[in-house]
């Protein structure tokens, strides 16, 4: 590709869509002294005046919806627009990461904008979902780490999750979650106060909590933080539950920023619109729409026999009233699922990642679909490299345990997004 011609890079910040209390994409906040000009490419934010509800005819409402631009490399006037879908969390500028750095491609074409669109997790479902439904407004669209099935019962989350862990690995899991349970029927108190839990006086709510800590580990390509001491701890017939709940406390906490208080359902069921109402938006979603009930399998669960369908089902009707139901085939049914009748969108995976299961893992000619096979290939590892950490971003593949798989995927990556937009310029000039 030629070196010397640019594209317009756009974050948008979606305003119905949030981070996940369900390990779906936690959001890392700039801090351990990272700087903001380390972090972002820009933080100057724009504005427009959105319109609040789209399938209203009478509601004519509109709030203020912030999008971030970055111009250094645009060749005016003729340009791709890159358009990230921003999401699951606060979104404070257009981050450093392997999109707006390394795919940092110079198309050499003429005539109008092109439009390429990008997301990671559930924002990946969603540059899906716009190339399905606004195909003209689009010349395609990575859809990266894409939840685009809605599942009801997500047993296959932690399946995943006890096969990448390994056997060693799982049965310390195992046998913590096991001692946790005990722990709480003993002294629950005491067991969640090594957590800096203890605001959760719902046990399940908890086991939820200690359930999505180890998730961490392995969604973002950190699995050794988590198992190189608790193997270790079984095999020195050290305490378990205590080497656990110093990896909660020092690197999920302190590191990717996990918090207690998402998975208190009394704070989550507060209507008032604060910072901390994303967690609620996106349990709405859950509970309505997606479902993603992360359950327990059957046997040798890493999870809590606890978190059953029941569990999420009573949860969604703590918080949103009686008859909140998710309609997963519904939703499928309106956007394909993982059979989505699209064209020109590239399908990513991590291996490790238990989301993936949520993800189209089959591949066409309109439709490529890739999995990245390495040891600490997680959610998004295309775009944010491995492991991933708030503190590092730019989404480098040398510390990938396979980094020629991911860096194998790049390069396609680019040729289907390069052929792509030189179809897509070759389509506006004959229309003319």
Known sequence: MSSDLGFILITTVTAFLTYSTNALLHSGSVSHDVSPRDYYLTTDAHWFNQTLDHYSPHDHRKFRQRYY??????????????????????????????????????????????????????????????????????????????????????????????????????????????????????????????????????????????????????????????????????KNGSDLVETYSKYVRDHCMKVWGLHVRPYNRKHLRNTVVTADSTYRIWWFQVCTELAYFQVAPANNSVRSQQINTEYHLDLCKSLFGKGTYPDVDATNLYYGGHKIAATKIIFTNGSQDPWRHASKQTSSPELPSYIMDCHNCGHGTDLRGCPQSPMVIEGKSNNCSSPDVVNKVRQQMVEHIDFWLSECRGSTRSSK
């Not at 358009?83 to 707006?100: L, N, T, V």
């Not at 047993?155 to 946790?180: H, P, R, V, Y």
Request: glycine share 6%; hydrophobic share 45%.
């Open 69 to 234: 631009e970055y111009l250094d490399n645009f060749r005016a006037p003729d340009g791709p627009v890159f358009m990230i879908i921003c999401g699951e969390g606060p979104c404070s500028g257009i981050a450093k990461d392997y999109m707006s750095e390394a795919l940092n491609v110079k198309l050499n074409r003429s005539s109008d904008n092109p439009w390429f669109f990008f997301g990671v997790s559930y924002p990946g479902a969603l540059s899906a979902w716009f190339r399905l439904k606004f195909p003209h407004l689009t010349c395609g669209s990575l859809a990266s780490s894409a939840v685009v099935r809605a599942v009801y019962d997500f047993s296959a989350f932690d399946q995943q999750i006890g096969e990448s862990a390994g056997q060693e690995c799982k049965d310390a899991l195992e046998e913590t979650n096991k001692l946790l349970e005990l722990g709480l029927k003993v002294n629950r108190k005491a067991v969640k106060a090594l957590f800096n839990a203890t605001e959760l006086h719902v046990d399940a709510d908890f086991l939820y909590l200690t359930a999505d800590a180890a998730v961490m580990a392995f969604q973002y390509g950190n699995s050794d933080k988590l198992c190189v001491p608790l193997v270790k701890a079984k």
